[in-house]
């Protein structure tokens, strides 16, 4: 039996961040699952987030957000770098993509970094000890790698019907399960349970 993850998110996008969890249970509990995570690259600069959106993240989930973020929603958010440095770590190195995802996140919605040039990565590059290119650092357009997972996203949304994000879906072997994430935001592992039923 192949079973596959899907992941489709935003690094800045607060129900990702709520969601992010639910991969790192996942991914402890059934490491033989292949990950796939999918940064949709939904966030360009033009787009701002509420208050009350976090509200309703925080209601839903055990999420919380820092005072340094909150001080900082007058900025629109833009996670193309985000989309770019992920994409890229992807096709190098994908053990490391949901780490890293990690803390990335932690450095925006905890540390209230907006990650929209270079030095903002820094410490994040360092840890890793990744070595992308000029081009991922570009905050005006994607690279090669997220334009190719932009595409892949494209493909599976057709089939799912919904451009929504987060996305979750399992695929066993031909068949391609939607999870409702909102279920488990509240308690992360149980999501394995619920994955571990669709495998049987």
Not at 82 to 103: E, F, I
Not at 118 to 128: M, Y
Not at 137 to 157: G, S, V
Request: hydrophobic content about 45%.
């Amino acid at each position: 039996m192949n079973a596959e993850l899907f992941f489709i998110y935003d690094s800045h996008c607060p129900w990702s961040y709520a969601a992010t969890p639910l991969i790192n249970a996942i991914s402890t509990a059934l490491p033989e699952i292949q990950l796939n995570l999918w940064h949709s690259a939904r966030y360009e600069g033009d787009e701002l987030i509420s208050k009350q959106t976090l509200n309703a993240v925080s209601n839903d989930s055990n999420i919380e957000f820092s005072p340094l973020y909150l001080e900082k929603l007058v900025l629109e958010k833009d996670s193309t770098i985000s989309a770019n440095l992920l994409a890229w770590t992807q096709s190098k190195s994908p053990q490391l993509v949901l780490p890293l995802l990690n803390a990335i996140q932690e450095k925006h919605f905890l540390q209230g970094c907006p990650l929209t040039s270079k030095d903002d990565f820094t410490d994040i590059i360092s840890t890793f000890k990744l070595s992308p290119p000029s081009k991922v650092f570009n905050h005006k357009k994607l690279a090669k790698d997220a334009e190719m997972t932009l595409n892949n996203i494209m493909q599976i949304q057709e089939v799912i019907e919904t451009s929504a994000i987060p996305a979750l879906l399992l695929a066993v072997d031909e068949n391609l399960i939607m999870l409702n994430h909102n279920f488990y935001l509240k308690q992360p592992e149980s999501i394995v349970e619920a994955i571990m039923l669709e495998l049987k």
